[in-house]
């Protein structure tokens, strides 16, 4: 990866339950959070969360007290996720850049949501762990910790919304821009 290459910071919020879902219902994506960010400047271009309609499952009071979302608000203004991959693949070029997530469960949820669905996976190949690559870099830390937690470290305050995709993306983007300057 070129240091001037532009890289696409993904962010997945998705149906969740205080203990187990109920009897038929599965965790599914209800929001991709993503922005480009050039990886020399740490400029952000672009930025969105684009919300999805949860097939099935519903979103559940702890859902949207983690995430602000509500099912309304999802059957409202949500698309399908095949749709919301083809912005992806249109929009952000997601196919071609380098990507970069807060861990492997964006990866994985994708991966997986794409299986279960039976849609092209939207992404490439060259993904940046952003969860790990802090862990290795930052000399207090040497383990794995959450991105509000990085970001302390850092001295950074978080921006925006806690647990929405289209916050958690940007400041994912400042810790990831951290570790790239670290060479």
Not at 77 to 90: N, S
């Amino acid at each position: 990866m070129k240091t001037t290459d532009n890289i696409l910071i993904i962010d997945l919020e998705a149906t969740c339950w205080e203990n187990r879902p109920p009897r038929g219902q599965e965790s599914e994506i209800i929001e991709i959070g993503v922005c480009i960010m050039n990886a020399k400047t740490g400029k952000i271009t672009r930025n969105e969360g684009i919300l999805i309609k949860p097939r099935f499952s519903k979103v559940s009071p702890f859902c949207t007290e983690l995430t602000t979302l509500t099912q309304n608000k999802l059957d409202s203004e949500g698309i399908m996720l095949e749709d919301a991959f083809d912005i992806l693949r249109a929009e952000y070029d997601s196919e071609e850049l380098t990507w970069a997530s807060y861990g492997n469960y964006d990866l994985n949820m994708l991966q997986n949501q794409a299986r279960r669905f039976y849609i092209d996976y939207p992404m490439g190949d060259d993904h940046i762990n952003v969860k790990t690559l802090f862990g290795e870099l930052h000399p207090a830390v040497r383990k794995s910790v959450g991105m509000n937690r990085a970001l302390n470290e850092l001295g950074f305050t978080l921006e925006g919304t806690h647990h929405r995709g289209v916050d958690d993306a940007k400041n994912i983007a400042r810790i990831l821009h951290w570790c790239l300057n670290q060479n």
